[in-house]
């Protein structure tokens, strides 16, 4: 796998009071407006995840997931996590778990392009 | 300041995409990596790479930017500046006056931080310059156009960039050739990376034959897929042979001897260069003279794009790079 095509972050999967915390990279080689990038499913042990109230944080920010194409002004900076925190879901410190992530990103400077991605990890809780 | 009467070499950092991903280097440590190899001391830095605050660079920010350059010795010489017109997929792109104070925003941040000159692109719709150029000119910061694959001298865009350079008639404004329009042959070490993905050997020797026919990019792209599926070539080895049609084009390297005169940098693009001093896919030999002997005077930054493909040492390949130029901008 090169560097850009690396989706689920080095922080992992984390579980805490809010839920839990998965961290995302961009698969691009610049910072992009975060209403370019899509989260386009995720699911856990094989189960996909009910992503309607999730919500994303970055950088001291957080907004609904169900909003992110709304952020036309807010970028991701490409050498730093994002994260998607899924509320009302637990995971045990230290048990492991499949995650698959799907993120798909469209660069706001080439029209019409969509590009895929999917990561699949075996995470341990933090 | 200094007059030079001969091309600089420089790089750009985004030759150490993959180092930067990947989280060997924190900002100040590439800065200092760059200058410690010696490969500076002229830089070029993409404001959507490397700056954490861009588009909007506050003043300290600057401040340590400018620090670092201080240490290090370092000149940022071209930053690297974006036309996202695209905001929300699938609907209409901004409008003119957002794309217009987009540019400005950047522009403000890039003089900010000292940098002499801008990587602007196509992008930017041709009759919104005479809009973006008096601002350039009142921050005394000249803008150059990347003129990068599918775009040649002769593409269509280009001329209808020159008619209105010509028009405005100002010095902030100029071009930034892209040497991957221009190029002889696809890498092999690209195309080693699609046989590594899987891609068969009569795929690859189609992709050889279609890329050099005439044609727009997606067309010849779509050429390929249309023929490899008919042979039942899977789409993931269709989609990595397909990258080339992407980023590199086939065009007359002597084109560049057109754009000389109002060159006002360059993006010394290239995939893989040998011990022996030879670019896989771009003549350089041809290529570098037509500057030097028309009087440019700017930077050549290398700028190594393997990295799309291929994990190599990219600070060795940036090694490698300046000095092939050194050694043909000398004979």
Redesign the interface.
């Known amino acids: 796998m090169l560097p850009v095509e690396r989706i689920i972050g080095e922080e992992g999967l984390t579980s805490g009071a809010g839920g839990l915390r998965l961290a995302m990279r961009l698969p691009w080689y610049r910072s992009l407006p975060f209403s370019t990038v899509e989260v386009g499913g995720v699911t856990i042990d094989g189960e996909p995840v009910d992503l309607s109230d999730a919500q994303v944080e970055h950088d001291g920010k957080s907004w609904p997931l169900a909003e992110q194409g709304e952020q036309v002004d807010t970028f991701w900076f490409v050498r730093d996590s994002a994260f998607l925190l899924l509320p009302g879901r637990a995971a045990a410190p230290g048990s492991e778990h499949v995650v698959s992530l799907t993120i798909n990103v469209s660069p706001p400077y080439i029209p019409g392009m969509t590009r895929s991605n999917v990561q699949v990890e075996t995470l341990q809780v933090a | 300041m200094v007059t030079t009467t001969a091309p600089q070499i420089g790089v750009t950092l ?1 030759s150490f ?2 180092e ?4 060997q280097f924190d900002f100040p440590d590439l800065m200092r990596e760059v200058a410690r190899r010696g490969l500076g001391p002229n830089i070029e830095i ?1 404001g ?2 490397n700056f ?1 605050e ?2 909007d660079v506050s003043d300290d920010f600057a401040a340590r930017f400018k620090d670092i350059v201080a240490e290090t010795g370092l000149n940022p010489v071209s930053c690297a500046i ?9 609907q209409q ?1 901004i409008d003119d006056a957002s794309l217009v104070e987009y540019h400005k925003r950047q522009l403000r941040s890039a003089k900010k931080m000292g940098f002499s000159l801008v990587r602007y ?1 196509f ?1 930017l719709p041709v009759h919104l310059l005479p809009e973006v150029a008096p601002y350039a000119e009142e921050l005394d910061i000249r803008m150059g156009v990347e003129v990068h694959a599918p775009m040649w001298a002769g593409h269509p865009a280009v001329q209808a960039y020159a008619e209105m350079y010509d028009k405005l008639d100002t010095p902030v404004l100029g071009w930034i050739p892209d040497f991957g329009g221009t190029a002889s042959r696809i890498p092999e070490s690209m195309l080693d990376a699609a046989r590594r993905a899987g891609a068969a050997e009569s795929l690859l020797d189609r992709l050889k034959l279609v890329w050099l026919e005439p044609g727009m990019s997606h067309e010849k792209a779509g050429r390929l897929r249309e023929w490899a599926l008919a042979q039942g070539h899977a789409p993931a080895h269709i989609q990595a042979a397909s990258l080339a049609f992407f980023i590199l084009s086939n065009n007359d390297p002597l084109s560049w001897a057109q754009l000389v005169d109002r060159t006002i940098h360059i993006h010394g693009k290239f995939y893989g260069v040998d011990e022996n001093l030879v670019e896989e896919a771009i003549d350089y030999a041809a290529i570098l003279p037509l500057f030097r002997d028309g009087g440019f005077t700017g930077t050549i930054v290398s700028e190594w794009e393997g ?3 291929d ?1 190599r040492d990219a600070f060795e390949q940036v090694s490698r790079h300046q000095a092939m130029c050194r050694q043909i901008l000398a004979s």
Do not use: V
């Not at chain 2, 930067?20 to 989280?23: D, F, K, V």
């Not at chain 2, 974006?82 to 997929?89: A, G, M």
């Open positions: 985004y995409t993959n930067w991903l990947s989280r993409i959507f790479q954490k861009f588009p974006n036309s996202d017109r695209f905001l929300r997929p699938g792109p692109q992008a990295h799309a493909y994990t």
